[in-house]
DNA sequence: AACGTCTCCAACCGCTATGAT
DNA sequence: GATCATAGCGGTTGGAGACGT
């Protein structure tokens, strides 16, 4: 057996094709197996990555059910309120919206946040002074890094928290970190109003779920369900890259599912 | 046009949860 | 019940492109 070093870093597009490849072929759970046997040196075929990186290519970009592009305003919504509701518990938002990844919602909190701390900066900062604090506040690419709670041993200014976050008992706590934090809900629902003009549409006469009032797009969950009804939708791009394998990839993939769940 | 800064996003790392033996 | 292997999650980082001066 011959062991080739493991790759790191970007994807070439011979590898998301190797890796759809073979998720068609072993389906998308195992994936230490689809590592192991992708990195044979079979005729030249192997992806050397690991299970780990095998599978966070596949979620977060070669998903056929994921979107693409920016986050509709009621996704927007959705996500500060179930982050509002539970949390940094991005993997359990993102089943909330269909086609997104828990890294694109964390990213977009991330962003989202970071955001709202310049803002209050400048607002609270006469604006004499507030290029060189917003400066100070990103003296690197990555502002929110300087509040990391891993680094400095504060909590992480975008991590409200959610219910269930800090408390087990599911008792809503989250009020008080707001106040911490300094953004109401209210507040932030303010800010997207007008910043939108209020092109959003009511948000609330849709489907409810856990008693709260949360608006639940009907669409077919891509999180992971591969019902018939499944949207694969793809770039028309990636659509045409994929099509050599196609036509052996979508049968087998279901079939590789059956072959490995019995 | 050149440079510096900012934003976004893909990917990695470390830890935890879960299932198999 | 203990142990191990694997999958999954959340936090963090690095780089590319956009943007401003």
Same mark, same amino acid.
């Given at each position: 057996?011959?062991?080739?070093?493991?790759?790191?870093? =970007?994807?070439?597009?011979?590898?998301?094709?190797? *890796?759809?490849?073979?998720?068609?072929?072993?389906?998308?759970?195992?994936?230490?197996?689809?590592?192991?046997?992708?990195?044979?040196?079979?005729?030249?075929?192997?992806?050397?990555?690991?299970?780990?990186?095998?599978?966070?290519?596949?979620?977060?970009?070669?998903?056929?059910? *994921?979107?693409?592009?920016?986050?509709?305003?009621?996704?927007?919504? *959705?996500?500060?309120?179930?982050?509002?509701?539970?949390?940094?518990?991005?993997?359990?938002?993102?089943?909330?919206?269909?086609?997104?990844?828990?890294?694109?919602?964390?990213?977009?909190?991330?962003?989202?946040?970071?955001?709202?701390?310049?803002?209050?900066?400048?607002?609270?900062?006469?604006?004499?002074?507030?290029?060189?604090?917003?400066?100070?506040?990103?003296?690197?690419?990555?502002?929110?890094?300087?509040?990391?709670?891993?680094?400095?041993?504060?909590?992480?200014?975008?991590?409200?928290?959610?219910?269930?976050?800090?408390?087990?008992?599911?008792?809503?706590?989250?009020?008080?970190?707001?106040?911490?934090?300094?953004?109401?809900?209210?507040?932030?629902?303010?800010?997207?109003?007008?910043?939108?003009?209020?092109?959003?549409?009511?948000?609330?006469?849709?489907?409810?779920?856990?008693?709260?009032?949360?608006?639940? =797009?009907?669409? =077919?969950?891509?999180?992971?369900?591969?019902?018939?009804?499944?949207?694969?939708?793809?770039?028309?791009?990636?659509?045409?890259?994929?099509?050599?394998?196609?036509?052996?990839?979508?049968?087998?993939?279901?079939?590789?599912?059956?072959?490995?769940?019995?």
């Amino acid at each position: 057996m011959v062991q080739q070093e493991i790759r790191k870093g =970007p994807w070439a597009e011979q590898e998301d094709l190797k *890796l759809v490849n073979f998720v068609g072929l072993f389906g998308d759970r195992k994936w230490d197996f689809i590592a192991k046997v992708s990195g044979l040196k079979v005729e030249g075929e192997g992806l050397n990555r690991t299970g780990k990186s095998c599978r966070l290519r596949w979620v977060n970009y070669l998903h056929p059910g *994921l979107k693409r592009g920016k986050m509709t305003p009621q996704e927007e919504r *959705l996500v500060l309120e179930l982050h509002q509701k539970w949390g940094n518990r991005w993997s359990r938002i993102a089943h909330k919206l269909p086609g997104r990844t828990d890294n694109e919602i964390k990213n977009y909190w991330r962003t989202f946040m970071r955001k709202k701390a310049q803002e209050k900066k400048r607002a609270t900062i006469p604006s004499s002074t507030s290029s060189s604090c917003i400066s100070s506040l990103s003296s690197n690419n990555h502002t929110v890094d300087s509040y990391s709670p891993m680094k400095t041993g504060e909590e992480s200014f975008y991590d409200t928290g959610g219910a269930n976050m800090t408390d087990p008992t599911g008792l809503m706590i989250g009020e008080e970190k707001q106040g911490e934090q300094g953004y109401s809900m209210d507040d932030i629902w303010k800010d997207i109003d007008l910043s939108e003009e209020n092109i959003l549409l009511p948000v609330r006469d849709g489907l409810r779920e856990e008693g709260c009032n949360i608006y639940c =797009p009907p669409m =077919p969950s891509p999180s992971w369900e591969y019902s018939s009804d499944t949207i694969w939708v793809m770039d028309e791009e990636k659509s045409k890259m994929f099509l050599p394998t196609c036509d052996q990839f979508f049968p087998s993939y279901e079939h590789g599912r059956a072959f490995l769940t019995g």
